[in-house]
């Protein structure tokens, strides 16, 4: 099949079109037909859209336990996520928050792809999600559990809900999805890795995959745990690229997203043109960091040229000479200031397993409604010669999009998604970049 068979030819360019009918390394482009999000912009997923144009931040002072002894005290934090009508009631007391977030997306996501599993082949429906630092607050309420009042107190559920791969397990449980399951542990590459790992199983014979990832990190033994690495922000900001930036924000939520076999009918949000995934060289080894040549592999997947690429949705880690090497990844492969650059995620901090669904979600929408959104509370260094959409939304025409992460100890990688059948009318726009 071709990789543009359900793709009209309106959504991308010619050049587009002339690269992608080369079919890339795969040939092979499902398509997104649901989003769920759960987000600190948003409990779902027009709620968090809506929020992030307006570049309205989900970051604030933690409230989910008392953090004045804690060196960072500011964290993206999810409102309006009712657990209990999200969530089947014999779950909840099963699972961790980050699996109910999950639950939460993956329905809504079914929802609005029109998918009922139960009418469906179940062999042919796949889970595969990313995880990062699985069931924390679970985890630390049945520890305290043990040393305050024994083994006996302690739920049998621990045994599976810390678990990395608990979101699979459940997702697939509750709407008896039995074809290919997997989870991918890549920190912040977690979920694009997830992704990947979907279109494989819909190439190798699934029908319907549902993927993405999300986390919920918001307490006092995560936010412990995190701290010790160094590299989180103290002063209460986020602000990739800036040459103020002191490390970055964590936050909770993500993104879980239903993705199709190509020849699904009916209207979607876009197409997985490429994925790629690389990993950098120890340190010392005189060899460059991973990301310039992931991006160049997605693009060479995706069968595509740089000047294809429409919107980058940046990875921003709020780290100086991370940010540094990102931007000089992107000036390699697209020239300096040579395509836009956006971070959304300065609205709702890092949300490792979640940060990158959340991204690939937003980025659909932002497709889908032709307007690139912003990256708020940040002054870019001029030497790193980006074209970084700040501060307000920016119309454009948008054919494609490419997301990229980096994950912590090395892990990187890309996916570029192609506007699908629900975009909007941009004739409006004729002349814009």
């Known amino acids: 099949m071709s990789i543009l068979a359900s793709v009209p030819a309106a959504a991308l360019s010619e050049a587009a079109l002339s690269a992608a009918a080369r079919a890339g390394r795969t040939g092979f482009a499902p398509v997104f037909t649901g989003i769920g ?5 948003g409990a779902s997923t027009e709620e968090h859209w809506a929020a992030t144009r307006a570049g309205v931040s989900g970051l604030r002072p933690i409230e989910r336990f008392d953090a004045d002894r804690y060196p960072v005290k500011v964290a993206g934090q999810i409102r309006g996520f009712d657990v209990k009508s999200r969530v089947p009631g014999r779950l909840v007391p099963a699972t961790d928050r980050w699996t109910q977030f999950a639950l939460g997306a993956a329905q809504a996501a079914l929802d609005d792809a029109g998918v009922d599993p139960a009418a469906r082949d179940p062999l042919e429906l796949s889970v595969v999600t990313g995880s990062s630092s699985g069931g924390n607050e679970f985890g630390q309420r049945e520890i305290a559990r043990l040393w305050s009042s024994g083994p006996g107190y302690v739920s049998a559920y621990q045994s599976i809900a810390w678990f990395y791969a608990a979101t699979t397990g459940q997702i697939g449980i509750r709407h008896g999805m039995k074809g290919p399951c997997g989870v991918v542990v890549t920190e912040q590459a977690s979920a694009l890795d997830a992704i990947g790992q979907a279109r494989r199983e819909l190439r190798d014979g699934a029908r319907t995959a549902v993927t993405g990832g999300t986390e919920a990190p918001i307490g006092p033994y995560a936010l412990t745990c995190q701290i010790a690495s160094g590299l989180l922000s103290t002063d209460g900001t986020y602000k990739p690229f800036d040459p103020t930036a002191r490390g970055y924000l964590p936050g909770e939520g993500g993104a879980i ?22 990993f950098d060289p120890a340190p010392g080894s005189g060899r460059p960091p991973a990301l310039r040549r992931t991006i160049e592999a997605a693009l060479a997947d995706a069968g595509l040229d740089p000047g294809d690429v429409d919107v980058v949705f940046a990875d921003g880690a709020g780290i100086p000479e991370r940010d540094r090497a990102e931007a000089e990844a992107l000036a390699a492969v697209f020239g300096p200031e040579g395509v836009p650059v956006t971070v959304p995620k300065t609205m709702t901090g890092r949300l490792y397993a ?5 991204d690939v979600a937003t980025a659909l929408l ?32 948008l054919r494609t999009a490419l997301v990229v992460a980096r994950g912590h100890d090395g892990f990187t990688s890309a996916v570029v998604v192609g506007r699908g059948t629900a975009g909007t009318d941009t004739r409006h726009m004729e002349g814009t970049r």
Not at 268 to 278: E, W
């Open 37 to 41: 999000v759960v987000a600190p912009t």
């Open 257 to 278: 997203l239903v993705l199709e076999h190509p020849d699904r009918a009916g209207s979607h949000y876009g197409v997985l043109l490429g994925y790629a995934a690389g």
């Open 366 to 397: 932002a497709l889908r409604d032709a307007v690139i959104p912003p990256t708020v509370g940040v002054r870019p260094d001029p030497d790193l010669h980006l074209d970084l959409v700040r501060d307000t939304e920016r119309r454009a025409v």
């Open 354 to 358: 979640g940060g990158a669904a959340l």
